[in-house]
């Protein structure tokens, strides 16, 4: 079993939409968790990152983290074409100074016109 | 653009041979992170330096190694290669290594004849 597990999709949505994006994991020693935005050929950017349960806002973008499910989601709101893209969940072991980020394998996101 | 560059873009190269990759991490960064990509695996944590010293590791290959010069930028070396280790090589950087936020470059992409 992988630490992190993501649905691949891909996601098909129409412009407007709201998407959901979720995560689960099993390692209950992650502290940190983000969202990162990739677009094709591209290198992964950090949408969003939070360290406690409940939710974040950020623009059209809400993470929620429910720690006790172990369970990760991404809310986009009102869902562009540009947003169109890979998205990747992300989780920090902190241990002995360093971290180690562990990912998921990614949700393709398609958002039609 | 995140401030990260790597080079080069793209690297066609045959079984058996040696490449090095090569990233300069965001000015200020002091950490820097070499994960590899493929599409079977995900994004897969590989190493990590701190201000030119190995500061942990992840699913790295004996055939791989990686350092860290004294200017930061760092290298990633892949020897013996064989027809699995084609896949995106990314390097991030981050500003003490023990932050969450990591900051991605646009990527290696090598492919092994």
């Known amino acids: 079993q992988k630490e992190v597990e993501q649905d691949p999709g891909p996601l098909s949505v129409p412009e407007g939409a709201i998407v959901s994006l979720n995560c689960t994991y099993s390692?209950?020693?992650?502290?940190?968790f983000m969202w990162y935005r990739q677009y094709s050929r591209k290198g992964p950017e950090l949408l969003m990152y939070t360290y406690s349960s409940g939710n974040k806002e950020d623009g059209r973008f809400t993470a929620q983290v429910d720690k006790s499910s172990k369970y990760i989601s991404l809310f986009i709101r009102d869902s562009q074409p540009s947003d169109s893209a890979t998205y990747l969940c992300?989780?920090?072991?902190?241990?002995?100074?360093?971290?180690?980020?562990?990912f998921g394998t990614g949700t393709r996101l398609l958002v039609s016109p | 653009d995140s401030g990260v560059t790597q080079t080069p873009k793209h690297l066609i190269t045959a079984t058996g041979q040696r490449v090095t990759l090569r990233c300069s991490p965001r000015s200020g960064d002091l950490s820097v992170y070499w994960y590899q990509q493929s599409l079977d695996q995900g994004l897969q944590f590989l190493i990590q330096y701190y201000n030119g010293e190995e500061r942990a590791k992840g699913n790295i290959l004996e055939r791989f190694s990686a350092q860290q010069f004294p200017d930061l930028h760092s290298e990633l070396n892949l020897s013996s290669l064989e027809l699995g280790d084609s896949a995106l090589y990314f390097c991030a950087s981050s500003v003490r290594g023990t932050q969450e936020t990591q900051y991605f470059g646009p990527g290696t992409r090598l492919l092994v004849l």
């Open positions: 390692n209950s020693a992650f502290q940190y």
């Open positions: 992300a989780m920090n072991l902190m241990n002995t100074g360093f971290q180690k980020l562990v």
